[in-house]
């Protein structure tokens, strides 16, 4: 029953390790991130451009006043 004893107590440590180091990680990024990572204020707004709009015509149709005969298409 030693044996079984032994393994027990590894891996509890083991466990116990795991979730030590587990926390160390993530409490080293918090503060990491608090203190080296700090948003910079955004920079003074210009005056912003005003919008440029474009005028386009329409293409002009021209209404067909007689159609062609249908082209036969022969096959050889």
């Known amino acids: 029953m030693t044996l079984l004893s032994v393994q027990t107590t590894g891996l509890a440590w083991t466990i116990a390790l795991f979730l030590l180091v587990l ?6 990024k918090l503060i ?13 707004a210009e005056k912003e451009a005003e919008p440029v709009y474009y005028l386009v015509e329409r293409k002009k149709k021209r209404p067909k006043k007689q159609y062609t005969e249908p082209k036969e298409i022969t096959f050889k």
Not at 23 to 28: E, L, N
Not at 33 to 44: G, V
């Open 23 to 28: 926390v160390c990680v993530h409490a080293a």
């Open 32 to 44: 990491v991130s608090r203190f080296f990572f700090k948003k910079q204020p955004p920079p003074p």
